[in-house]
């Protein structure tokens, strides 16, 4: 298969998924080795953004996915109507947040760090699928212990957890704001 074939598979792999897709499941759908697929994949991702296209190939959360050019995004918005994308609230946002710097971190901490019980928000962010249960504390009751998901590194189009800004980062931030 020449590299102008291989490249077409990959874009028809990516475009059918609705999910991020790793490069050993490109690998076996498309018989090559993990380098060359990983190699193709810049190739696109270079490619894509060269020529300003409409959708974009992105690494994340250990893999690639097709997303629309957030340039685009009031244009898409007012093009699919009243179908609006799931926000998250603000107190969605620093629940997500607190457990994303602190996991494994259980709800108690949450509660304390807030300083209001979160009971509906981490009930919201499970079913979301952005954290999910990665334990249980070896602490009197067994309380349950939360960390983020593959879903969450999805959402915010982070390769991994590093990617996250560190305190300092977000302190300069808020300090010029």
Known sequence: MDERKKKSLLEALLFVSSETVSASELKSACELAEAEVKSIMEELIHEYRERDSGVLIVESAGGWRMLTNPEHGESIKKFLGSQKAQRLSMASLETLGIIAYKQPIQKAEVDELRGVNSDGVVKTLLERRLIKVVGKKDAPG????????????????????????????????EASA
């Open 142 to 173: 067994r309380p349950l212990l939360y960390g983020t998901t593959r879903e969450f590194l999805e959402y915010f189009a982070l390769k991994n957890l590093t990617e996250l800004p560190t305190l300092k980062e977000l302190q300069r931030e």
